[in-house]
């Protein structure tokens, strides 16, 4: 236990979160089953060992953070560990990677059970399903989803400021005051362009190659996050990979379910369940029009957000694509975004409508005052027309 306490200590000490992520204000930690979801890259385990640093003496026994790579625990049962910790006066245990331990979900159900004093806060893939693949955490663990940057976790990076975060409907109703907050102390049109390229994984401030450390990440969600999770033989890896690929080089089109059924040499149902593990596993966005949903055909299949385009296909990186990506990923969040009437027209939760459009081109537009204009190439807004890069406020 004390090489625990002590690799703990060390990871601690040397973690220096430089952007403070707002969910961590979000959680109820007093709750004593906590699950932290998020697609490979986002930053799942500094999360940890900020709440850590933020709320535990470094050399307190209170809070441990512990890995599943660990060796350790392929013979040994994580309320068995549990025990352990509690017995020296462990009150916190931090848990990442949790879905390396084969029966995780029933270990922290005892976990739950005898030791009511202990909290328990781990962290796994947005492939999992807490509950519904897990029913005996139903009605035990609170689950949260940690996101990769917003634009406005980027701007505050790169400009040391801290500007807020804004609803939906306050930016709606109040962009251009808000925007006349923001204008003074930075432009966010200097910095959006490096945001869509580089800036949604926390990882771009690490001394690597950006693209070959996502497209390792990439890689990742494929071979261990679907495959692992959904239980997969390995046999199917490439299938899913080239459906992946395909989808990609098909741009924001309607998929042909057929024609991907016979590139991969499988059955459409399985082609569309393909598409649906990509889609948890963060890789791909799906659109679909209101009131329908999975399993029903998708009209657009995109990138879950813009940095994925520039590695998966650079050669055809479609400056509205990108912009409609950015608009669904930033939503997506906390609304539901449907495909409109046409192709660069979205409806968000089942009445607002949205148009993604090039300010340069507004010579070309027919503006209804029923309709919300989302502009690229601008900063500033009026009425209905609002630049794009605000909705990265959202979070």
Not at 6 to 34: C, F, G, K, P, Q
Not at 52 to 65: G, P, V
Not at 124 to 133: A, F, T
Request: net charge positive; with cysteine; hydrophobic share 35%.
């Amino acid at each position: 236990m004390e090489a625990f306490f002590r690799t703990h200590a060390n990871l601690v000490e040397h973690t220096n979160a430089l952007v403070r992520r707002t969910l961590i204000d979000e959680i109820d930690w007093n709750d004593r089953m906590i699950g932290i979801k998020g697609t490979r890259g986002v930053g799942k385990t500094t999360f940890l060992l900020q709440y850590a640093k933020e709320n535990f003496d470094i050399a307190s026994h209170s809070c441990l953070y512990i890995n599943m790579n660990n060796f350790y625990f392929q013979n040994r049962s994580i309320d068995d560990f549990a025990a352990d910790f509690v017995q020296q006066g462990g009150k916190v245990l931090l848990i990442d990677q949790i879905f390396k331990q084969p029966n995780w979900s029933k270990e922290l159900r005892r976990c739950y059970d005898r030791f009511p004093e202990l909290r328990i806060v781990f962290t796994g893939s947005s492939v999992m399903r807490l509950k519904d693949e897990n029913p005996e955490l139903n009605g035990i663990v609170k689950s949260y989803n940690l996101r990769g940057f917003s634009f406005r976790e980027f701007l505050n990076l790169k400009t040391n400021n801290a500007f807020p975060a804004y609803t939906l409907d306050e930016i709606l109703s109040n962009h251009e005051t808000i925007i006349k907050k923001i204008l003074p102390k930075a432009s966010p049109e200097k910095y959006f362009k490096d945001y869509i390229h580089h800036g949604f994984y926390p990882f771009f401030l690490e001394d690597r190659n950006f693209s070959e450390n996502l497209l390792k990440t990439m890689n990742m969600m494929t071979e261990v996050d679907i495959l692992l999770i959904k239980q997969i033989e390995l046999k199917y890896l490439s299938k899913i990979k080239k459906l992946f690929y395909l989808l990609v080089t098909e741009g924001h089109e309607a998929p042909n379910i057929s024609n991907l059924s016979h590139e991969i040499t499988t059955s459409r149902a399985t082609v569309m369940n393909y598409i649906k593990y990509l889609a948890d596993a963060r890789l791909v966005n799906i659109i679909y029009p209101v009131g329908q949903e999975f399993p029903k055909k998708p009209t657009k299949v995109m990138m879950h957000n813009t940095n994925l385009s520039f590695v998966i296909y650079p050669q055809k990186t479609d400056e509205q694509d990108l912009m409609e990506t950015f608009f669904v990923n930033s939503l997506w969040k906390d609304h539901l975004v449907n495909q409109g009437r046409k192709d660069t027209f979205y409806v968000v939760d089942g009445q607002k409508k949205f148009r993604i459009c090039d300010a340069k081109s507004e010579h070309k537009i027919r503006y209804n005052n029923d309709t919300i204009y989302v502009r690229y190439h601008t900063e500033v807004g009026q009425g209905n027309r609002i630049p794009i890069w605000l909705f990265g406020f959202l979070y």
